[in-house]
């Protein structure tokens, strides 16, 4: 059974080629693994960093199990307030990754819905939305979410704002990365509007929203799966970088990015692992996303097929 | 051939190009496909050769093969290639020497095979200078004079411009200066003409046909057009999966093809003197049928209701014009600014009047460019016409803002589009191509009813009921025209709109199309207007025909009419220069 569907995979195109892609696989598996970890970071991590009654200060400091004075109990250390590293990387990512894809799904939905309508529709529409667009790619996403965050902290109020803070970073990354996914879905769907289909579609009388996502919509899916995977990658980067900058998630729920801002701090005192870890947990998650992404660009792009 | 073969060796004389036992094939990681199996030719010079069959049966890989331009993963897997006793197959070094020098090559499309941003001059003389050893001066001298020769005017003047600057026609005269700059030996035109309008294609031939005569070349032409093979070839190859299944002298092969593959080609061919009631078909095991879809039309009955021919006016044009401007374009950019290129503007379709009425066959026929296409478009809603009323009923189908009224005709005008492969989306199941209009028609339609339109309307188009589980790119051309017919039926149209519906098709399903779509028109009285650029197809579908030219109606006339007793000059012309394969016969 299971090999059949194996077979199955194996068959197709796509399936054939991610089986003969070594770093397709690697990745992916990598990848497949922290995931699994964040979702079930309650049961893999073996503390909880977010439960004060298991943190212990006495236990701060903590090198590595492997190097002199570590703790079999701590397999990567301990950061200053005792808090196990292994545990606050997984719960760490685990907030990366909800900020990642939830500030791509609103930036996909915004450019595409964008996107779609100024190319189908056409005329002032698309022009204003494009030029929109355009002013959009000349503000550097950094400081397009500093900005937003910005805005963010005056207006909602100090009590308000630890609760608020994941869902003002999930709009200001998905704000300025947008324009992306309105781009490519624009220019196809100008390709895919001129096909006969979409023209028999009108004839028949089906309304323009009906063809625009229930025709045009799905097949231009493609290229706007590549770009958001690599867009994910680029996400969880600006997430962390805005952590590490201290404008992102609070520190009671920290993100990889606030991980590394602590242990920064730390870096010269000789408590190297505070930052060293999440550093490189972030670095092999944003290295695996790409390097799927590459793959996935090479085998949905027909011309570059091989055979 | 035997003979042939038989008389040579006694001669002991070489021929000029001799292709024995050529395989190809194309290992792909599933199966290895064949694209020629065991091909054997022979070309003297003064010849022209025919290569037909339909797509996919191994022609254009021949050509490749001789000039050693065959696409990874393919490969030449045994057989030898050999002009004037020189063996080509795997000797890169010679072939490099030979190809443009004594092997001079012309493609389909014109439009790619010049590289636009160089002018005429450079890419001539680059190529001569590349094989001969002349100076920049002689080299350009001797390009004016190949122009020249292929009927260019003015050519001092024109070979400092750019492609783009060239129509279709002039660019593939160009092109064949340039194949026949070194002073070739052997010609390989791959669809030379079947980009090109039929009064251009006819110059290029005859063009072809001269310079064999006067530079004693040896021509291989690869086309599908039996008329292109009748008018033009002294010897013809049929081929099949990668197969020749015949070879002879043409007018023999055409008058009495022996395989059945020959017979079906042949006699598919819309003839172009008389009209006939149903295409003839040979069946796989080599016997004649006519239609085959009659029985199943009439479950479509029972569902629809019989319909009367009732022979009203069911659509009428009057003054219909369309001007494309660049103004809309260009405002986009200069934000109102006016510049000179603003006030460009092409009469797309000028001041066209026609009427069409129940059960029949209106024809539009005309070169490219003439604007058949754009009317089309026009009566449904996709291009809003500038000036002119249509008429679907008697109701004016634009209201006084010139916004498209779809209520007016709501489903009873459908279409089937040109390219079958990207008239249906891929993304679709044929079950939901097909029911998507039924549903949007019949709200509340039981999933047993909508079952049951499904079936009647598969099978109406002669299509397995298991088909409809399948995606479109499961299925061939053919089969994706036949799926497009059963989707314009859905709505049950009174009005078909036919667009080129088979002229990306080979003969032989052109011909099972074209009898699926006179069937129906029979059973259900639906009037049709039939838009091609192919004359015979036209003769043979259509009670009357609209002439067009440049957006102009040169002549409206009963069919037969027409034919016999055209008054227009610019129809007499088009009438005149066909491709005839009775020509020959």
């Known amino acids: ?307 | 051939m035997d003979e042939r073969r038989l008389k040579s060796k006694i001669k002991k004389e070489m021929s000029f190009l001799e292709v024995k036992n050529l395989n190809i094939s194309y290992p792909t990681r599933k199966e290895t496909i064949v694209a020629s199996k065991n091909v054997e030719f022979t070309l003297e010079r003064g010849e022209i050769l025919g290569i037909v069959g339909e797509s996919g049966s191994g022609k254009s890989t021949i050509a490749n093969a001789i000039i050693n331009l065959i696409d990874p993963p393919g490969e030449i897997t045994g057989g030898s290639i050999k002009i004037d006793n020189n063996e080509l197959r795997d000797n890169e070094e010679l072939i490099q020497n030979i190809r443009g020098k004594k092997i001079g090559f012309v493609f389909q499309d014109p439009q790619t095979s010049l590289n636009p941003l160089f002018k005429i001059k450079d890419q001539l003389i680059e190529t001569i200078q590349t094989h001969l050893d002349l100076d920049y001066q002689d080299a350009l001298k001797r390009s004016i004079q190949l122009l020249e020769e292929v009927g260019i005017d003015n050519a001092e003047k024109r070979i400092e411009d750019y492609p783009h600057q060239f129509s279709g026609g002039m660019r593939q005269r160009v092109v064949i200066a340039l194949a026949i700059s070194c002073e070739p030996d052997l010609i390989i035109a791959d669809e030379p003409t079947t980009a090109l309008d039929v009064s251009i294609q006819y110059q290029i031939l005859e063009l072809l046909k001269d310079l064999t005569k006067k530079r004693n070349l040896g021509v291989i032409i690869i086309t599908h057009d039996m008329g292109v093979i009748a008018e033009t070839t002294n010897k013809v190859i049929v081929m099949r999966y990668g197969v020749i299944v015949e070879q002879g002298d043409t007018k023999e092969l055409l008058t009495n093809p022996k395989s059945t593959e020959a017979r079906s080609l042949v006699i598919s061919v819309p003839p172009t003197n008389k009209k006939i009631d149903r295409f003839k078909l040979i069946s796989p095991e080599g016997k004649e049928i006519t239609s085959d879809s009659k029985s199943l039309t009439k479950n479509i009955i029972k569902t629809w209701g019989v319909r009367e021919n009732t022979n009203q006016k069911l659509l009428e044009l009057t003054g219909v014009t369309k001007i494309f401007d660049d103004k809309s374009i260009a405002s986009n950019f200069s934000f109102g600014l006016k510049n000179d290129t603003a006030d460009k503007v092409v009469k797309a379709v000028d001041n066209v009047s026609f009427e069409l009425f129940e059960g029949e066959t209106l024809g539009l026929v005309g070169e490219s460019g003439s604007g058949k296409s754009t009317i089309a478009k026009i009566i449904t809603g996709l291009v809003r016409p500038t000036n002119g009323e249509i008429f679907y009923n008697n109701l004016s189908l634009y209201n006084s803002k010139r916004k498209y009224q779809i209520d007016k005709s709501r489903g009873q005008v459908q279409m089937i589009f040109q390219d079958p492969y990207s008239s249906l989306n891929p993304r679709f199941k044929v079950r939901d191509i097909i029911s998507e209009p039924i549903r949007l028609f019949q709200k509340n339609i039981s999933s047993s009813e909508l079952t049951k339109n499904l079936y009647d309307l598969i099978d109406i188009v002669g299509m397995s009921r298991q088909s409809l589980d399948r995606y479109p790119h499961e299925f061939s051309g053919g089969q994706r025209q036949r799926i497009s017919i059963a989707r314009a039926l859905a709505t049950r149209p009174r009005l078909l709109i036919c667009d080129e519906p088979t002229s990306a098709l080979d003969v032989s399903i052109q011909a099972q199309v074209l009898n699926l779509l006179k069937d129906i028109q029979d059973e259900l009285h639906l009037a049709m207007l039939f838009i091609s650029h192919d004359l015979p197809v036209i003769r043979q579908m259509c009670n009357r025909i609209v002439v067009l030219k440049n957006g102009i109606v040169c002549e409206t006339k009963e069919s037969e009419e027409l034919f016999n007793n055209p008054e227009h000059p610019y129809t007499q012309e088009l009438i005149r220069l066909m491709p005839k394969i009775e020509s020959i016969i």
């Open chain 1, 1 to 307: 059974m299971l090999n059949k569907t194996f077979n199955k995979i194996y068959d197709t195109d796509i399936g054939y080629s991610f089986f003969n892609s070594k770093i397709a696989m690697i990745s992916s598996a990598v990848l497949f693994i922290i995931f699994l970890c964040s979702i079930f970071a309650g049961v893999v991590s073996p503390y909880n960093p977010f439960d004060p009654a298991s943190v212990s200060l006495m236990d701060a400091f903590t090198p590595p199990s492997w190097s002199e004075g570590g703790s079999p109990s701590f397999i990567l250390g301990t950061d200053q307030q005792g808090r196990d590293m292994f545990s606050t990387i997984i719960y760490g990512s685990r907030i990366s990754l909800i900020v990642g894809f939830a500030s791509i799904l609103f930036a996909m939905i915004l450019g595409v819905f964008l996107g779609v309508t100024a190319g189908y529709i056409g005329g002032r529409y698309e022009i204003i939305v494009m030029r929109v667009t355009d002013v959009q790619l000349t503000i550097p996403s950094i400081l397009m979410a500093l900005l937003v965050n910005g805005i963010a902290k005056s207006v909602i109020s100090q009590s308000m704002h630890s609760e608020m803070a994941i869902y003002v970073l999930i709009f200001a990354i998905g704000i300025s990365e947008w324009p992306q996914f309105a781009r490519v879905s624009r220019a196809s769907t100008l390709v895919e509007k001129n096909k006969e289909y979409v023209s028999a579609s009108r004839i028949i009388g089906l309304s323009n929203v009906l063809i625009m996502f229930k025709h045009i919509l799905p097949n231009i899916l493609r290229p706007l799966l590549v770009i958001a995977t690599i867009g994910l990658a680029l996400a969880i980067i600006t997430e962390s970088t805005l952590s590490f900058l201290g404008v992102g998630v609070p520190p009671t729920t920290p993100s990889l990015g606030t991980l590394i801002r602590f242990g920064n701090s730390f870096l010269f005192s000789g408590e190297w692992w505070i930052t060293f870890f999440p550093a490189i947990f972030l670095i092999v998650l944003a290295l695996s996303i790409n390097l799927l992404g590459d793959w996935m660009r090479d085998a949905l792009n027909p011309k570059l097929k091989k055979r």
